[in-house]
């Protein structure tokens, strides 16, 4: 605690006691629930509501987590985008599995995933970094992303070099270290806050180990005790 600064312990927040979670009021499937709640997440104004915490870890176990921006979700998962060489990128190709986490706390709501790590094909890698603003595309050229460099001076030139590089290219290419990772989920948890900390917490678990292409496999709904 610093000044009038309040110690962590201290801070809370009551969650609305007429908001609820039943299993009636799921959808048939994980996916077209988490359509639902991703419109309502965009419909109430959350700054960068596809933003999600992304957990990994390495080939000894050791885990890190971070904040990215989801790109594109279907019946086979959650799609990011990222250079393959950062540490993210890195973790994903040494230990196939991840965490998402989706942090809708103004509307005292989160979506948990859990599951498997696989690539993106090229093809709608290279559709997607087409999308990118100009900038954005070139700053996937210059940044070497999670390695040491000296200083700021570092990145900028990198980003000269790249627009240099490119400047006579109408459509700069997606570099062959970037591309797509899609986490196809083994869990698809929807918490919902409530009073007195007995949130309601409905978890989708796929119990068919080898989803199709199109994920296939069967799911069953179960409860979690908060």
């Given at each position: 605690m610093t000044g009038d600064t309040p110690g962590p312990a201290g801070m809370r927040n009551e969650y609305a006691a007429d908001l609820g979670l039943s299993?009636?009021?799921?959808?048939?499937?994980?996916?077209?629930?988490?359509?639902?709640?991703?419109?309502?997440?965009?419909?109430?104004?959350?700054?960068?509501?596809?933003?999600?915490?992304?957990?990994?870890?390495?080939?000894?176990?050791?885990?890190?987590?971070?904040?990215?921006?989801?790109?594109?979700?279907?019946?086979?998962?959650?799609?990011?985008?990222?250079?393959?060489?950062?540490?993210?990128?890195?973790?994903?190709?040494?230990?196939?599995?991840?965490?998402?986490?989706?942090?809708?706390?103004?509307?005292?709501?989160?979506?948990?995933?859990?599951?498997?790590?696989?690539?993106?094909?090229?093809?709608?890698?290279?559709?997607y970094f087409a999308s990118r603003p100009r900038g954005s595309q070139l700053g996937a050229w210059a940044s070497e992303q999670s390695r040491v460099i000296g200083d700021r001076a570092v990145l900028d030139a990198g980003y000269r070099a790249a627009a240099e590089r490119f400047a006579d290219v109408?459509?700069?290419?997606?570099?062959?270290?970037?591309?797509?990772?899609r986490v196809r989920p083994e869990t698809v948890e929807f918490w919902q806050g409530r009073a007195s900390r007995l949130h309601d917490r409905l978890r989708f678990r796929r119990t068919a180990p080898d989803p199709g292409p199109a994920d296939d496999g069967r799911w069953v709904v179960e409860r979690l005790a908060p």
């Open positions: 299993e009636a009021d799921l959808a048939a499937d994980w996916h077209a629930q988490f359509a639902r709640w991703f419109a309502d997440a965009v419909a109430s104004g959350l700054p960068e509501p596809n933003a999600m915490v992304l957990g990994t870890a390495d080939a000894a176990g050791r885990p890190s987590g971070r904040t990215v921006l989801l790109k594109g979700y279907d019946p086979r998962g959650f799609v990011l985008f990222t250079n393959h060489g950062s540490r993210k990128g890195a973790e994903a190709l040494a230990n196939p599995y991840a965490s998402l986490v989706f942090p809708w706390f103004p509307i005292q709501r989160q979506v948990v995933v859990a599951g498997r790590i696989e690539p993106v094909d090229r093809v709608e890698t290279e559709a109408d459509r700069v290419p997606a570099p062959p270290h970037w591309g797509g990772l």
